[in-house]
């Protein structure tokens, strides 16, 4: 199994947490989306997207860590991250769609490097944009851990796909500088995923790639 990532993709992240908590061995294959290795030829020939992660299983080869974690949940169902009951996946699917479809999209690499690069915006309106689209899915975020969360996940006493998700991009929001005070039950979350091995296994530090 090889594993194409970035240290510092969110998305990559989520993925890498699936892994470490799967106990799942992989190769490491760094792509370095600064240096826009993901647009290069033979790499979008294999992954039309032209994005990070890429997962290799055998003849497999598969983008979008989405697809790829509910592909691993599948094929390697332990621990379970995507409940099989009805509601409990709904829940778990409802907050991390908050994040990977809400959140994440519009803070992307390549949206903030169009707004920089082609509409020609200030660093200062570059970041007020991006702190305006976190805060506006924390909001959400929050108010759902806080109406259906429970124990010291998301949702109960064992990680799922909220908490892969929730991790990354609370990690990628502090990097980026926004204030994180107004979401205590998310950053209470975030702080126990961070006493786990697999959690610390799969962060951005701890990466081959990893630049400072």
């Known amino acids: 199994m090889q ?14 947490i699936v892994l470490a908590l799967k106990g799942l061995d992989h190769d490491y294959q760094g792509i370095n989306i600064r240096k826009l290795e993901h647009r290069a030829t033979e790499y979008m ?14 003849d497999m080869e598969l983008g979008q860590s989405m697809a790829i974690i509910d592909y691993l949940d599948a094929t390697y169902p332990e621990p379970r991250l995507i409940p099989r009951d009805t509601l409990q996946r709904a829940r778990v699917l409802e907050l991390s769609g908050v994040v990977a479809c809400d959140i994440h999209p519009v803070n992307n690499l390549r949206i903030l490097r169009y707004l920089t690069e082609v509409l020609g915006v200030t660093a200062e309106q570059k970041d007020a944009w991006y702190r305006h689209w976190v805060q506006d899915g924390m909001r959400a975020v929050e108010a759902l851990l806080e109406r259906h969360g429970h124990g010291p996940y998301c949702f109960g006493d064992a990680p799922t796909l909220a908490d892969v998700c929730l991790v990354p991009q609370i990690a990628n929001a502090q990097r980026m500088g926004c204030d ?27 990466q081959p790639d990893y630049t400072a």
Do not use: K, W
């Open 3 to 16: 594993l194409y990532s970035f240290f510092n993709s969110s998305t990559s992240y989520r993925v890498r």
């Open 180 to 206: 994180m005070s107004a979401y205590p039950r998310a950053m209470a979350v975030y702080a126990h995923c961070n006493t786990i091995a697999a959690f610390q296994r799969a962060a951005p530090s701890e």
């Open 45 to 58: 020939a294999r992954n039309p997207s032209g994005s990070v992660p890429m997962l290799r299983d055998g």
